[in-house]
């Protein structure tokens, strides 16, 4: 079965300084792996995509991932955090060879971003 | 820029009562989903509906669910008889393919309530 861990349920750090959220994939298949955000009382945004193209997968808001085969690893980065950063960060896989595209997602991280 | 709407964004209802939970996805999408996130829990997968049919369902998505797409816009989830574990917020999607690659366009969600 395919699955994603969060190894952090939460992260603290201060405006200006590097983020990393950390996400373990399992997966028998290349798979498809995202990341979305989710701010207080809105929805989920799509915040970059991994699909077998480039190993290193830049999103918006400056965001990158870097998708490791050999560590099964997908973890997002930031290098300077902004106050909006902070939001709930969930790291996604999508199963391949599945009947439809149904997205299987990680517990999250919440990001605090002290001033 | 093209979004997913849900209505309401907050139900409140007593145990046992049929709550409808409306969504509007993107108009050229194709595939639609619902997901559900309990308080404090990942973000889950119920179903996902493609062609007026119903694609593949979670085990969470039993007889009291249902799902309809009732005109050419709406997509409608529906449970019958509400239960306290029903308590949620209840995300829609839509995706203009059930590619594995392909993202889904999440709306804001709907927070469903049952006393």
């Known amino acids: 079965a395919q699955s994603v861990t969060q190894l952090d349920s939460h992260v603290s750090v201060s405006e200006g300084t590097p983020v990393l959220l950390r996400c373990n994939y399992s997966?028998?298949?290349?798979?498809?792996l995202f990341w979305y955000v989710q701010h207080p009382n809105k929805g989920l945004q799509l915040l970059l995509k991994y699909t077998s193209a480039a190993t290193l997968v830049k999103g918006i808001n400056g965001f990158e991932a870097e998708f490791k085969k050999s560590e099964t690893s997908f973890h997002l980065t930031k290098p300077s955090a902004h106050m909006s950063d902070a939001a709930e960060y969930f790291c996604?896989?999508?199963?391949?060879?599945?009947?439809?595209?149904?997205?299987?997602f990680g517990t999250g991280t919440l990001l605090a971003v002290q001033p | 820029e093209p979004e997913v709407t849900q209505t309401p964004s907050h139900q409140v209802t007593q145990m046992g009562q049929e709550v409808i939970l409306r969504c509007v996805p993107i108009s050229n999408h194709l595939y639609f989903y619902w997901y559900r996130q309990i308080l404090g829990q990942k973000v889950e997968f119920l179903v996902s509906?493609?062609?007026?049919?119903?694609?593949?369902k979670s085990e969470i998505f039993d007889d009291q669910f249902s799902v309809e797409r009732p005109d050419g816009s709406n997509f409608t989830l529906k449970i019958r008889s509400t239960k306290l574990e029903d308590s949620a917020m209840y995300f829609c999607?839509?995706?203009?393919?059930?590619?594995?690659?392909?993202?889904?366009?999440f709306g804001p969600g709907t927070r469903l309530t049952v006393t």
């Open positions: 999607a839509s995706s203009p393919t059930g590619l594995s690659s392909y993202e889904q366009y």
């Open positions: 996604v896989v999508s199963p391949y060879g599945g009947a439809t595209n149904k997205l299987i």
């Open positions: 997966s028998s298949y290349s798979p498809s």
């Open positions: 509906f493609y062609n007026n049919e119903i694609s593949e």
